[in-house]
């Protein structure tokens, strides 16, 4: 006889009320399930229903066992599902979303090769700006930049991402090369879809060394402004002024010289590429393979060697 016995005829009954229609959910006969829930019993030496000709309620021993065994029974189906799993080839559709520029640059070539290789899945991509309500719009996975806001969502980081202040040698013949946070209000900036710069407040002045200290919110002026991170970096490199880019954008600037990165000392904590997705007890294998994928693809991309 198998510990397990009884236990999902039980938990049929528990939440069903009756025999009967525990039976119908488990598609078996009644007498079965009466058979097995009395074994049951039988081993635990307590009775777990009142049983009249009308109903069937839980004993006070009937209720403490259901919890657990609910728990048994969701971790048992999850452990084989997830078995199951590793050998299953994504199929059906997949909703994602991502921001425009990132996503045209880097989420869809990689989403274009991973349906390459699963012919059985198909997908649906929205690029916006916009932030999805994953749950109510229907989207099974989003790629997210930068910190997330506090949610329900479930989140796995998939690609590092550094924040650098920077500006073209030629500006900075100009108008002068920024030492400390303070020198920053006397720059022109180059503002793109964020209201305020983000820094470590706690770093050394000199610059010598990384900080771990409180963060501080510069809200840049200046006479230029686009929400496209592309128009605000050929802008810096035009020499119009001071700009806060991810290493994405600016990374071969920099090596090439074409950029010059300041306050190094103050870069703020780094964020994080984030695949984010509902969540939910057990990851279907379309969501799993593409999250990996996407890991592994960022990885190999020269902006984050």
């Keep these: 006889?198998?510990?397990?016995?009884?236990?999902?005829?039980?938990?049929?009954?528990?939440?069903c009320g009756g025999f009967s229609r525990a039976a119908e959910r488990l598609r078996i006969s009644s007498s079965q399930v009466s058979r097995q829930v009395a074994r049951l019993e039988d081993r635990l030496q307590a009775r777990?229903?009142?049983?009249?000709?009308r109903s069937?309620?839980?004993?006070?021993?009937?209720?403490?066992?259901?919890?657990?065994?609910?728990?048994?029974i969701e971790e048992r189906d999850e452990a084989l599902l997830a078995v199951s799993d590793l050998q299953a080839?994504?199929?059906?559709?997949?909703?994602?979303?991502?921001?425009?520029?990132?996503?045209?640059r880097f989420v869809v070539p990689l989403v274009n090769d991973f349906l390459e290789r699963h012919p059985q899945l198909r997908v649906e991509i929205e690029l916006t700006n916009r932030r999805l309500d994953l749950v109510h719009e229907g989207v099974d996975l989003a790629v997210r930049l930068g910190r997330l806001m506090d949610s329900s969502?479930?989140?796995?980081?998939?690609?590092?991402?550094?924040?650098?202040?920077?500006?073209?040698?030629?500006?900075?013949?100009?108008r002068g090369t920024p030492r400390r946070l303070a020198d920053l209000a006397?720059?022109?900036?180059?503002?793109?879809?964020?209201?305020?710069?983000?820094?470590?407040?706690?770093a050394p002045e000199d610059g010598a060394s990384e900080g771990n200290g409180p963060e501080w919110l510069f809200r840049p002026q200046g006479r230029w402004r686009c929400n496209s991170g592309t128009a605000v970096l050929d802008a810096a490199l035009r020499g119009f002024g001071l700009c806060q880019l991810p290493d994405y954008y600016v990374v071969e600037h920099l090596t090439a010289g074409r950029l010059v990165s300041l306050?190094?000392?103050?870069?703020?904590?780094?964020?994080?590429?984030?695949?984010?997705?509902?969540p939910q007890r057990h990851l279907s294998p379309k969501v799993r393979l593409l999250i990996q994928h996407l890991k592994e693809g960022l990885a190999r991309r020269p902006e984050y060697r």
């Design 1 to 15: 006889m198998s510990r397990w016995d009884g236990i999902d005829e039980f938990v049929a009954v528990a939440e």
């Design 48 to 53: 777990l229903f009142y049983r009249t000709t």
């Design 56 to 72: 069937v309620t839980l004993t006070e021993a009937g209720r403490s066992l259901l919890a657990q065994c609910r728990r048994l």
């Design 89 to 104: 080839e994504p199929k059906g559709l997949l909703r994602l979303t991502c921001a425009v520029a990132y996503g045209e």
């Design 153 to 174: 969502l479930v989140a796995t980081r998939i690609a590092p991402r550094v924040m650098h202040l920077c500006a073209a040698p030629s500006y900075l013949e100009r």
């Design 186 to 202: 006397e720059h022109d900036c180059l503002t793109g879809t964020a209201d305020g710069w983000t820094f470590d407040a706690g």
């Design 263 to 278: 306050l190094e000392a103050h870069r703020p904590p780094n964020t994080a590429v984030w695949a984010v997705y509902p």
